[in-house]
């Protein structure tokens, strides 16, 4: 049996990705729906091998589907994730919208999938940040082996972490730059061509920005409050792939080797960690990958138990698409789709 599935923003980078791998990972879908703003009507989308035309959300019944996929803006969910719920389908959000509610999940399938059990409660599952997504699958499983007591992480965040509108931006600029000079900016605060950028979202009073509060808020709800988590997050002329340099210490002994070791083990992680050129990852090699790589690993010798971490993944695949699609999946493998009753 497949489910009727809505992908909401389906004309957005992380929306045309869920549509791609809905059908990678083979999720089982007997009619798909790509809805996107009215100005979007009729404008297709790649679904398989064809294409299907998109509808507009005002005009659409979510009674009629099981699960929704929806990946628009947070003001966008906060209005329409609860109508929808109350609907029937499963709701699986990418904003930031419900993220730090305390009646939604926050889920990465290989850290906190335990979690998916209280979704009913607003039929709401939220899908963390994408920093936060790639930065939790390296640190579960190492605080489980030997607790994590501080972490310090700076990013480097891809223009496509800001929607379409920051790889125009980027692309546009490149151009003009290189034959105009340089340009003004236009979506970003500043140049990000030949540029980097150390502020991502608005400033909060204490001097971080929220793109950084989120990193610790979401940490602290999926692995541990008492984890001490600082951040940079940092913008970079990169189209797609975060990556973060990561900076751990442990309550109890464990060396780089150990940590390589449990990385090696660990669900969706792959290490590259060799001393040569071939033998770290950057952003180019993981775009449209599944995995988190995590390389350049080594001890900190400033602290009694520390290591140093490399970690890259492609944002809009395990920081948004792949990540919802596994919530959906994980959801079918529990029973927990089709249902059409609110706690
Ligand atoms: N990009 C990432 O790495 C990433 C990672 C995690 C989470 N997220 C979050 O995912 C969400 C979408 O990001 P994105 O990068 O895909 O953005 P995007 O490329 O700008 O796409 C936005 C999508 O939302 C649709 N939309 C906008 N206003 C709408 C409205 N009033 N009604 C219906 N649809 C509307 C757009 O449809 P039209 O084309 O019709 O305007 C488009 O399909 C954001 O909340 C973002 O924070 C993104």
Redesign the pocket.
Known sequence: MGYRVAV????????REMLNILEELEFPVDKIHAI??R??IGVEVGWKDGVIKCED?AQFDFSTVDIVLM????A?SREWAPKIGRAGPLVID???AWRMDPDVPLIVPEVNPDDIEWAHRKNIVA?P??STAQLVMALKPLHDAATIKRVVVSTYQSV??A???GMDELWNQTKQVFVLGPSEPDFFPKQIAFNVIPFIGKFLDDGYTDEEAKMWNETHKMVDPEIKLTVTCVRVPVMVGHSESVNIEFEHPLDADEAREILRDAPGILVIDKRESDGYITPKEAQGEHAVFVSRIRNDPTVENGVNLWVVAD??RK??ALNAVQIAQLAHERGLLGRKVLA
């Open positions: 909401v923003g389906a004309t957005g980078n992380v929306g996107a703003s100005k979007s959300v990946s628009v803006s947070g966008f990418n904003s930031s899908n940040n994408c496509s972490g929607g379409k509108a944002n809009l920081g948004a």
